[in-house]
């Protein structure tokens, strides 16, 4: 089963599924921190609207922009002259 990570702010999930304590979730809910950016294991997904709300609440992280802009072709190459 997929484990689903939620992220937690002042603990509770963005995305507001539940108002209990992350010990009483259900089985396959995990969390990480709002400030956490650490990769997660292949059967791990971030819950998305968890993570719609954080990118409202906080922003878009530095590191995702940079990360699309690596993932972008670089235009000002390969241009005729
Ligand atoms: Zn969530």
Known sequence: MQTIVHILFNALPLCGFTT???GNWPA?????????RAPLP???VY????????????GRHEDDEELLEEAMPDSSEG???
């Open 20 to 22: 209990e304590r992350p």
């Open 47 to 58: 819950c998305e609207d968890c993570v719609e709300e954080r990118d409202n609440v906080f």
């Open 28 to 36: 396959g809910q995990r969390w990480v921190s709002h400030d956490d």
């Open 42 to 44: 292949a059967d791990h």
């Open 79 to 81: 241009a005729p002259t």
